[in-house]
């Protein structure tokens, strides 16, 4: 079997690089590291005809993100070979899955504490991605390379902020558990995720 433990350590702490280039060899799983994208961190795909199963991460996420995405779908490939599509895909199957296949991770004194914490807590309840879990995103972020874009949240009401795409925003107030911000090209009215990442505006732009 071929030993994906060099190219995985690239990528992830090196003590859990074996124990996901096995999994790659156990399931058979196509597993490619992929190009950023800004709606998910990692995505699982059932064989089909005859396709195996595939797995892809995120080339650009810190070493610890990349290996909690990775559990997170292979939680996903082990799901669907219990269960196939018949059960919900974060129902309690696939979060007892992700737990039983976290742990022996937790064994291994990879995570830096504050990470560790993070995901004791998460493991209570494990949602359907780490970063709607804010505990654990922010843990996991502390860890990114230094960035130019902040998050929703760090910004004072009313400040403006940009996003990838250069649409320009103005942060209004939190409504439940996240923020309304007025597009100013538009005046439209748009929810915002506090950890959403975006590009703040230092100077003041005219509006009328």
Sequence with gaps: MPDFTKQLSKYIPEGAAPIISAWINDTGCQFKVAKSRSTKFGDY?????????????????????????TIHEFAHLKTFQQYKNKVKPHGSEWKSNFKSLMKPFLKLNIFPNSILLAIVKYM????????????????????DKV???VTVETLA?????????GRVFQKKEKVRKRYRCVELKTNKIYLFHPIAEVYELKDTIETS
């Design 45 to 69: 795909q059932a064989p089909f005809k005859q396709n195996p199963h595939k797995i892809s991460i995120n080339h650009d996420l810190n070493p610890y993100a990349f290996l909690v995405t």
């Design 124 to 143: 209570d309840n494990p949602a359907a991605s780490s970063c709607t879990d804010l505990n654990l995103y922010r843990a996991l972020r502390d860890y």
């Design 147 to 149: 960035s130019n874009m």
């Design 157 to 165: 009401e009313e400040d403006l902020f940009s996003m990838k795409n």
